[in-house]
């Protein structure tokens, strides 16, 4: 069985989830949106298990410099967190604007005024597609599905 891979683009309200396999395609999945983080980890959880999880990639929110920003901090103590509970590779990965990045997708609905803003802000589908942005980077950096014969 080849690896499968989990997105994470971390927040401290919203943690944004994404999918890929060896075929090198990440899509969203529902981000982990409840009140508490104990109950966002069993989100986390069920998805690890659903989709048999084999490897973590985390976004790492570095300034443009690349230098480390107050919330990676944040992101460290997660990703501690993540490798206590569920024991699997963990990738951080330098997140750049995968968020403004997702506000750009052609097919993102926007919304029509501040009540859908903030449906959508709340449901993490912006998170989620944060989050398939960087696997997408992380997979496309590393040749993962992408053929190589000529």
Known sequence: MGNVYLGIDYGSKRIGLSYADDLGMAFPLPAAVDE????????????????????????YPLSLEGEKTKKCYEVDDFAEELKKRFNLPIELIDEGLTSQAADSINHHKKPKNAHERTQQRKSGERDSRAAAILLQDYLNSKGIGQSTNL
């Open 36 to 59: 508490e983080l104990a109950a966002r980890f069993e989100h986390i959880q069920r998805e690890i298990t659903r989709l048999r999880v084999t490897h973590l990639i985390l976004g």
